[in-house]
């Protein structure tokens, strides 16, 4: 299957009412890809761009976000790195953030001078993660379609919150699909829902889990019939 069947597929089984977004961290633009025109105050107000249009954005794109910046594998200046100290600082005061976690924040590995957002639907060339905005039901199912769900011993789901934007570097890291409970910055600066949540999915894993989230989303449906029947018939007995 090509992504325009793919992201069909994702489409339709998980109801979904907005393109999903594809994100590639590429040494050059692709041929005919424009440069991101509008400025951004964060790195995540570019996913919320990528599900309308494919665009570019470089290292300077980032910059109002000294966060996002960090997560995103730019390198930061001695003038952006006193802005996320700032940030920081402000943060902490607030009992927010503790300064201590820094260090731990991770950011994008792969070499790259620009990062491609746009519809996976329209994508011009292999992306390496997938991004979608879903709500928990259909986290419920793509997670299950992805084997997050599955009881195994050392089961790996990394889920966490703070800042959003890291849920891309963790997901490269464990080269597997990442929840995000997202941040009072990315709610703010793309308009996420309360009732929203993130999910980051490497690209081969997203293609391979395709045929399984047909079959999640019938069984889920079936056994919703199966669950009303007995909650009906046990509801009117008593």
Not at 208 to 228: D, G, R
């Amino acid at each position: 299957m090509n992504l325009i069947e793919i992201a069909k597929i994702w489409e339709k089984h998980l109801s979904l009412t907005q393109p999903i977004v594809a994100i590639a961290f590429l040494e050059h633009p692709p041929e005919k890809v424009a440069r991101s025109s509008e400025a951004a105050p964060s790195a995540c107000t570019f996913w919320r761009r990528g599900q309308q249009q494919l665009f570019y954005a470089t290292a300077e794109d980032h910059e109002n976000c000294p966060i996002g910046l960090m997560t995103m594998g730019f390198p930061m200046t001695t003038e952006k790195g006193s802005e996320a100290e700032s940030l920081i600082s402000t943060m902490a005061n607030l009992h927010y953030f503790n300064p201590a976690e820094v260090a731990h924040i991770q950011t994008i590995k792969k070499s790259h001078q620009v990062v491609v957002y746009g519809p996976l639907s329209e994508f011009p060339t292999e992306p390496d993660q997938i991004l979608l905005l879903l709500t928990p039901y259909q986290m419920m199912i793509a997670i299950e379609s992805l084997g997050g769900a599955t009881w195994a011993e050392n089961q790996p789901l990394g889920t966490f919150g703070r800042p959003a934007c890291a849920a891309l570097p963790k997901a490269e890291q464990l080269n597997s699909s990442t929840i995000s409970l997202g941040c009072i910055g990315a709610r703010t600066y793309t308009n996420l829902p309360h009732e929203e949540m993130l999910l980051v999915v490497p690209v081969a894993e997203f293609a391979k889990a395709t045929e399984q989230l047909v079959k999640v989303a019938s069984a889920n449906q079936q056994l919703a019939c199966f669950h009303n029947d007995k909650k009906r018939a046990i509801t009117m007995g008593m």
